[in-house]
């Protein structure tokens, strides 16, 4: 007669840990895709002459002389960037906590709460 394999049950806390690491490896996954990984093929292209081709780009190398034109010749380029910090500066906070705001409010228990969030989720998409 063969035995039965018993199962060693996960406890609750450790149930919860395999879920914290499951949704955590996730998020670290759509980051690495999604963020880091173009940050630095962009970072890459940015010390070459990029030009598109039949199937794909095709990049020389150019070293610092795409940030020499950027900083040295270009008369407009530091105006324009540092009015893009400045604009970046600003905006963010109203935006966080507009977002705070909005995510607190829409947590409180009203009546009609669940309409306010069909609606606020439904303008999202």
Known sequence: MKKKKTRKKLSYENKKRLYGYGFLSLWMAGTLVFFIIPLIVSFIYSFQDVNP?????????????????????????????????????????????????????????????????????????
């Open 53 to 125: 081709q039949t199937g794909g780009m095709k990049g020389v190398w150019v070293g610092f002389k795409n940030y020499s034109e950027a900083f040295g010749k270009d008369p407009y380029y530091r105006t324009y960037l540092v009015d893009s910090l400045l604009e970046m500066l600003r905006t963010t906070p109203i935006i966080l906590i507009f977002s705070l705001f909005c995510a607190v409010l829409l947590n409180q228990k009203f009546k009609g709460r669940a309409l306010v969030r069909a609606i606020f989720f439904y303008r999202l998409l």
